[in-house]
């Protein structure tokens, strides 16, 4: 039995708050909790499919002074202190939706140089990846200009790795699921996210050094 119960549309409507204060309580109150069930509820099937521990990480925005988060999450990564040098998987919340998503963000200096050898050896294999919703590559981890990876070419896929190379870039694939979705509200939807990144782990078990896969 999961902790997570769902999001209410108040939750999708706390983005539109416009003081930094105000969304800032608002997320650390509202949001923040149910992110740390959907956690708990999580992590231990995704140390089950993974064959590794895997910790949960809730955002904490701590470095925020004056612009509001956009969207908030908790990432779920093999390292107990921290998810951000790390391949991940991220369950998070913006305006418009619900996403889920695998990314290795510009720190990642651990595990994105795998994912690049990955990407190059793969090619547009890579992307041979199945959910009944959309999946998307993303230019960044904050779902800025969503592709559907089906429609990736090889133009595309060369594209995508000299995207990833540069340094100041990361990896993010995903999908969303709107917030009209009436799954988003319910406690099933912690079985919809983690079928999702079942669909995705092909490309966390290709950035991750192998012997971090055999503890």
């Known amino acids: 039995m999961y902790q997570f119960t769902g999001f209410t549309q108040d939750d999708f409507n706390i983005f ?14 509202r949001i923040r909790p149910k992110l740390a069930m959907i956690g708990d509820d999580l992590a231990p099937k995704l140390s089950e499919l993974l064959h590794h521990p895997i910790y949960p990480h809730t955002a ?16 779920f990564s093999r390292n107990e202190r921290g998810y951000k040098r790390f391949a991940h998987f991220e369950v998070g919340i913006t305006l418009d939706y619900v996403f889920v998503r695998f990314v290795v ?9 795998i994912l690049l050898q990955y990407l190059k050896s793969r090619g547009q294999d890579a992307f041979q990846l199945s959910d009944p919703s959309t999946i998307y590559w993303y230019k960044d981890d904050h779902g800025v200009d969503p592709f559907p990876i089906e ?3 090889s133009e595309k896929m060369q594209e995508i790795i000299r995207h990833t190379e540069v340094k100041s870039h990361g990896f993010t694939v995903g999908v969303i699921f709107e917030r009209t979705n009436p799954i988003v509200g319910k406690a099933e939807l912690i079985t ?19 012997e971090a896969l055999s503890k």
Do not use: C, Q
């Open 16 to 29: 539109l708050i416009p003081e930094f204060h105000d969304r800032m309580s608002a997320v650390r109150t």
């Open 60 to 75: 904490s925005h701590a470095r925020r002074r004056v612009n509001p988060p956009d969207d908030t999450w908790v990432s």
């Open 105 to 113: 963000k510009r720190e990642g200096e651990d595990d994105k140089p």
């Open 151 to 153: 429609h990736i070419t």
């Open 192 to 210: 919809r996210a983690y079928n999702a990144i079942v669909h995705l782990s092909p490309l966390y078990l290709g950035s991750v050094p192998s």
